[in-house]
């Protein structure tokens, strides 16, 4: 797969909240995560931690209320998205999440993601 072809592969499976699908089809075993600076993990290696770390996201939430997934820009071997999700996490309350999520594709598969946002007050 192309870049763009990946991007919206990605984007369709995030539609259908199908995140785990598109981490077990698109990413690359060695694919390198980072959250911002402060975030809870901030750089996580390899297919299975960045699972793991989605999985414990997922695990902190109570209820996930709606969200949406913009369509992908695609340069290069790059493209972007914009995801907003209005959650509601275990013991912080309900917050409406934005972000930039960047991704790097080689080989047809997903080697890099940075997310960019407010890291959320307890």
């Given at each position: 797969m192309n870049t763009q072809?990946?991007?919206?592969a990605l984007v369709q499976f995030c539609r259908e909240g199908k995140n785990f699908d598109a981490m077990n089809e698109l990413y690359a075993d060695n694919?390198?995560?980072e959250e911002p600076k402060g975030a809870h993990q901030e750089f996580t290696n390899g297919k299975e931690a960045v699972?793991?770390?989605s999985k414990q996201w997922f695990e902190s939430v109570e209820e996930i209320h709606g969200g949406t997934v913009s369509d992908p820009i695609v340069s290069g071997?790059?493209?972007?998205?914009t995801m907003d999700t209005d959650v509601?996490?275990?013991?912080?309350?309900r917050v409406n999440m934005q972000e930039i999520c960047v991704y790097e594709v080689k080989d047809g598969k997903i080697v890099f993601?940075?997310?960019?946002?407010?890291?959320?007050e307890h």
């Open positions: 072809e990946v991007a919206n694919i390198v995560s699972i793991g770390k071997n790059f493209f972007a998205v509601t996490f275990k013991g912080m309350g993601e940075r997310f960019f946002y407010n890291i959320p």
